[in-house]
């Protein structure tokens, strides 16, 4: 038959038998001395056998208690590695997250990480900076920030790299205007129309301006911003229109603006990334699958 031994018994023992006496036992567990003494013999009903001899000089341990002791002792060895094992994967739950990240989906996607991200890592004190990519990569790199999201490379020096689900950029119109009609938009249909840019010199920009080249239309460019957020203001106001990412384009969509495919295709290659010579912490690693999930979700929905 199994015995039925509780946790607080055998502290009770463990305390008696180290300081030799129910009293000095009893306030290190900080229980009185009856509790106490009610505690070891309840133990000892339940094993069976005396643990204490009770003499003038106070309390001596039987041999069946110095037996008993040893396993106790291992016993608790264990248990001081589990607490050990418990305040280690605490701290990794606790400090800080700093996070870089570009314009659009530090205002219009990573709002949605960080709430969930709170949810499991409570403790964590998060920053989040808002730059263009290049900016990023360097306060990563000097580790200002412990991760960012970007459009890079994936050789971009002094970071580790993680790739992102891939957004296609997206032409944004005004929601009269006459391209609006069709259901996809190619370099020609631009020819002579009025263009409002991106001025960030990027990857992304290169191959927007580049898909115009090679079918040699007229470029009207009348206004280049350093984010996507006051185009589509402006393209809501009929000032022009513009091929952008999707993320802030979105995030307008109905105000005034219509969203329609752009061919080619040109990806938004983001990246995670964090120090090249420091590795990605749990909460790092934490958050970057969140944002691969987000950006997921993101990628899935329809126009």
């Given at each position: 038959?199994?015995?039925r031994?509780?946790?607080?018994?055998?502290?009770?023992?463990?305390?008696?038998?180290?300081?030799?006496?129910?009293?000095?036992?009893?306030?290190?567990?900080?229980?009185?001395?009856?509790?106490i003494?009610?505690?070891?013999?309840?133990?000892?009903?339940?094993?069976?056998?005396?643990?204490?001899?009770?003499?003038?000089?106070?309390?001596?341990?039987?041999?069946?208690a110095?037996?008993?002791?040893?396993?106790?002792?291992r016993?608790?060895?264990?248990?001081?590695?589990?607490?050990?094992?418990?305040?280690?994967?605490?701290?990794?739950?606790?400090?800080?997250?700093?996070?870089?990240?570009?314009?659009?989906?530090?205002?219009?996607?990573?709002?949605?990480?960080?709430?969930?991200?709170?949810q499991?890592?409570?403790?964590?004190?998060?920053?989040?900076?808002?730059?263009?990519?290049?900016?990023?990569?360097?306060?990563?790199?000097?580790?200002?920030?412990?991760?960012?999201?970007?459009?890079?490379?994936?050789?971009?020096?002094?970071?580790?790299?993680?790739?992102?689900?891939?957004?296609?950029?997206?032409c944004?119109?005004?929601?009269?205007?006459p391209?609006?009609?069709?259901?996809?938009?190619?370099?020609?249909?631009?020819?002579?129309?009025?263009?409002?840019?991106?001025?960030?010199?990027?990857?992304?920009?290169?191959?927007?301006?580049?898909?115009?080249?090679?079918?040699?239309?007229?470029?009207?460019?009348?206004?280049?911003?350093?984010?996507?957020?006051?185009?589509?203001?402006?393209?809501?106001?009929?000032?022009?229109?513009?091929?952008?990412?999707?993320?802030t384009?979105?995030?307008?969509?109905?105000?005034?603006?219509?969203?329609?495919?752009?061919?080619?295709?040109?990806?938004?290659?983001?990246?995670?990334?964090?120090?090249?010579?420091?590795?990605?912490?749990?909460?790092?690693?934490?958050?970057?699958?969140?944002?691969?999930?987000?950006?997921?979700?993101?990628?899935?929905?329809?126009?």
């Amino acid at each position: 038959m199994a015995l039925r031994l509780n946790l607080r018994q055998i502290e009770a023992f463990r305390s008696v038998y180290q300081t030799g006496s129910m009293t000095v036992g009893g306030e290190l567990m900080g229980v009185s001395q009856p509790a106490i003494s009610r505690l070891i013999r309840d133990l000892e009903a339940e094993i069976g056998f005396p643990l204490f001899e009770r003499t003038r000089g106070g309390l001596t341990p039987t041999a069946d208690a110095a037996e008993f002791y040893r396993e106790v002792q291992r016993s608790f060895h264990g248990l001081d590695r589990l607490g050990h094992v418990a305040r280690e994967l605490q701290q990794r739950r606790v400090g800080d997250l700093r996070i870089a990240s570009t314009v659009a989906m530090s205002f219009y996607l990573l709002p949605r990480v960080i709430g969930r991200f709170r949810q499991d890592w409570p403790d964590v004190k998060l920053a989040l900076h808002s730059c263009p990519s290049p900016e990023v990569l360097e306060c990563v790199g000097t580790q200002q920030y412990d991760v960012g999201v970007a459009v890079t490379p994936s050789d971009a020096p002094g970071v580790t790299a993680i790739d992102l689900p891939a957004l296609d950029t997206v032409c944004v119109l005004a929601e009269d205007h006459p391209l609006a009609a069709k259901s996809v938009i190619r370099p020609r249909d631009l020819d002579g129309e009025p263009l409002l840019i991106i001025s960030e010199y990027s990857i992304t920009q290169r191959q927007i301006l580049q898909s115009l080249e090679d079918v040699g239309i007229r470029q009207n460019i009348i206004m280049e911003a350093t984010n996507s957020a006051p185009i589509c203001d402006l393209i809501s106001q009929k000032a022009g229109l513009s091929i952008l990412e999707p993320v802030t384009a979105r995030a307008f969509a109905g105000r005034g603006i219509v969203i329609r495919p752009y061919e080619p295709a040109i990806p938004l290659k983001m990246k995670f990334v964090h120090a090249a010579n420091r590795p990605l912490s749990d909460r790092g690693r934490a958050f970057c699958a969140l944002v691969q999930e987000e950006m997921e979700t993101f990628r899935a929905k329809k126009l």
